[in-house]
């Protein structure tokens, strides 16, 4: 028979209950005191032995009922109660075996479950993983394949524009000799030609640099009506051939000098404006440059391009600029093309922060029209021609005589330069290579050099580093270095910059641009300017906002320097002098300021040499434009 706690408790109570009624019965009946006595003593110690046996049996069940509890809860869920003689702990001991068991399938069931899905990460991570490094394999073998593209479309570009340019330069000599009508006529066509396969050779190089994301807008201080001037006066020719009036309209209301990329808006117009000569046969070509908005610090420019031409149907607008896509309209079919004209403009437009459309009938003409973006001038004066601008064809060189050396492996080149050169009267020196060309400037002073950049053994970087360490070496002042280039991306020209080359000229190389450069240059360590934005916006890869901010953190340093300099020099510690022109020579290199930087540089040069007589007059010269470019900046800000 099966005992419950309730019936245990029942059985306790009634011990003293019975013992109680023991001694009033023995009370009532006379039983002697002793016997009444010895019998409550007996119940007692049986009470005693009941509830020790029954209290021990219930404590040790309900221990291990709640040691099972503990583990159950501290993840033992393979736990069991042992079944207990008590009918009430056997239910709740069988409640909780059911609910540890319950607990147990779920835990396993559920443990089943993140195994699986482990598993599957697990694969799924791998597989991610292997992704990753095919992704990373192909990262790196698209960076290459560009890394070669860049470096085969440089190679290709110096290698056809070297020829092209003996070609173009040579039939320009020729056209200036005595030649008969059908002579002329010949060098016309091949000249056309030449400039043609230029143009198509300039097309395929923007297009590739553009896909590789390489080119980039160089701002510098710029005349909008001088740029779209300069423009129509190339393509007037072929519009007079054509008996085409070619119209500029430059409204009222567009700003003089803003801050653009004239080449590449040259670049946009030209396009524009040939193609409306291109496919117009009588009337005109109108082109109006209008404000569209103007801000504190940006201006939206609007340039309308409209033609009496043949115009467009809807489905030449379609293709219009996607790459290699030809109009389908009979006659602008016939008369070809690359079809990548359009599509330079589109990409030239939008990194210059604008649109491009056009507005189109068949036999009704067409608008062609695109925005740009351009900055404000700052308040400076963009700086005027070094020389002259009559010092090339009024000056007799034979009384000022102006020394160039010339360096190009090419014969054809070097030669080319060398005779335009000596039309204009200049004195020239010519080197077929970098060894040559550190030999002739270790023996002479020019005033100029011209330096190719892609020759073997030494290139012209290269060979210009090691013309101005012998420059420093022997105290000379810095020859202005023009890079002889083909297309030299922005990146490249600013290495150029840092590495010690002054300008950079693109071939094909003409009479125009040796002129431009002669002018620009020429005398330009005893005329530099104290400030000079458009060097500045050059040497901080374009960005106007940096080249503000490379300015205005070498106007705050420049007291302090200054006071830095001149203590060093009163206290003659050399190589704390030494220190602080150097690294006030080097902050110098970032920013448009020629004339300190000069006389930083002959400084420097003078500090090594430790002499006095050597420095005090380059440190007073120092001084003199560092405290004239601190008054110029006040003026701006």
């Known amino acids: 028979m099966q005992f419950g706690i309730k019936h245990r408790v029942l059985l306790l109570a009634m011990v003293p209950t019975i013992t109680v009624s023991v001694l009033l019965v023995a009370y009532f009946v006379n039983i002697r005191l002793y ?8 119940g007692l110690i049986v009470s005693v032995l009941l509830a020790y046996k029954m209290g021990r049996g219930l404590t040790h069940s309900i221990l291990e009922i709640g040691e099972a509890v503990t583990q159950i809860r501290e993840g033992a869920l393979n736990t069991r109660i042992p079944v207990s003689s008590c009918p009430e702990l056997k239910m709740l001991g069988s409640g909780i075996n059911s609910m540890a068991e319950a607990l147990e399938n779920a835990h396993k069931e559920l443990q089943h479950k ?76 091949i000249q056309k030609s030449a400039n043609n396969l230029l143009s198509i050779l300039n097309d395929i190089l923007d297009f590739s640099k553009m896909e590789a994301g390489k080119l980039r807008i160089e701002y510098s201080v710029m005349d909008i009506r001088e740029c779209i001037d300069e423009t129509l006066n190339l393509l007037f020719p072929h519009a007079q051939e054509k008996n085409i009036a070619l119209i500029p309209l430059v409204y009222a209301d567009v700003p003089k000098h803003v801050l653009g990329d004239a080449l590449r808006i040259k670049q946009v117009v030209t396009n524009l404006v040939s193609n409306a000569i291109k496919f117009t046969e009588h009337g005109s070509v109108i082109v109006r440059v209008m404000l569209e908005n103007e801000s504190f610090s940006q201006t939206t420019i609007r340039i309308h391009v409209t033609d009496t031409g043949i115009g467009l149907s809807p489905e030449d607008k379609k293709v219009l600029f996607h790459a290699f896509n030809q109009t389908k309209t009979g006659a602008a079919h016939k008369l070809g093309g690359t079809g990548l004209g359009l599509v330079i403009c589109k990409k030239l437009v939008e990194q210059m922060g604008g649109t491009i459309g056009v507005e189109s009938e068949l036999q009704k003409g067409s608008t062609f029209w695109f925005t740009f973006r351009v900055e404000a001038a700052l308040k400076v004066q963009p700086p005027l021609a070094l020389v002259s601008p009559s010092f090339v064809s009024h000056l007799d060189f034979s009384k000022l005589p102006i020394t160039v050396l010339a360096v190009d492996d090419n014969a054809d080149n070097l030669k080319l330069i060398r005779i335009l050169l000596e039309e204009m009267g200049i004195r020239v020196t010519t080197a077929d290579s970098g060894k040559d060309a550190i030999a002739a400037v270790h023996h002479q002073n020019f005033h100029l050099i011209l330096m190719d950049i892609r020759m073997p053994n030494m290139n012209g ?63 330009t360590q005893a005329n530099a300017h104290t400030i000079d934005w458009e060097l500045g916006i050059k040497l901080a890869g374009g960005r106007m906002e940096l080249a503000k901010e490379f300015f205005e953190k070498l106007i705050a340093i420049l007291p302090a320097e200054k006071q830095k300099i001149n203590n060093d020099y009163e206290k003659r510690h050399w190589k704390a002098l030494r220190d602080h022109v150097h690294k006030l020579h080097g902050a110098c290199c970032y920013c448009g300021v020629p004339k300190l930087r000069h006389c930083v540089q002959k400084l420097e040069t003078a500090v090594a040499s430790r002499v006095l007589d050597i420095i005090k007059p380059r440190l007073d010269a120092f001084n003199l434009a560092l405290d004239t470019l601190l008054t110029e900046a006040k003026n701006i800000y």
């Open 461 to 523: 970087v290269e060979t210009t580093q090691a013309i101005r360490n012998l420059e420093t070496k022997y105290q000379r002042e810095p020859t202005p270095i023009i890079a002889l280039t083909a297309h030299a991306l922005a990146s490249e020209k600013k290495s150029f910059f840092e590495n010690g080359i002054n300008d950079c000229l693109s071939k094909p190389i003409g009479e125009t641009e040796l002129k431009n450069i002669l002018q620009k240059w020429i005398h």
């Open 114 to 189: 993140i195994d699986q899905a482990t598993f599957s990460l697990r694969r799924t991570l791998e597989t991610i993983e292997v992704q990753n490094i095919e992704l990373e394999i192909s990262r790196k073998t698209a960076e290459n394949a560009n890394k070669i593209k860049s470096e085969f479309l440089a190679d290709m570009s110096h290698e056809i524009r070297t020829p092209l340019n003996g070609v173009l330069g040579f039939i320009n000599l020729l056209q200036k000799t005595e030649l008969n009508q059908t002579q002329q006529d010949y060098m016309c066509t």
């Open 35 to 42: 016997d009444a006595v010895f019998v409550c003593l007996c």
